[in-house]
């Protein structure tokens, strides 16, 4: 269980850094001025059990 909950956090932060790198965020600043991003939404992460691939 807790081998699971490393590669979906593990494949989250991968997919972050995708979707950073492809530029697929909005920015903008808060009211104390800093900057903000937000990213596409992740649902759900599956894993493939027989080859313990994302």
Do not use: C, V, W
């Not at 807790?2 to 593990?10: A, P, V």
């Not at 492809?22 to 009211?31: I, N, P, R, V």
């Amino acid at each position: 269980m807790i081998r699971e909950f490393l590669y979906k956090s593990k494949a989250k932060a991968e997919l972050i850094k995708a979707f950073r790198s492809a530029g697929l965020h909005k920015t903008y600043k808060s009211k104390g001025g800093t900057e903000r991003t937000i990213f596409p939404q992740i649902h759900d992460i599956q894993l493939d059990k027989e080859n313990k691939k994302l």
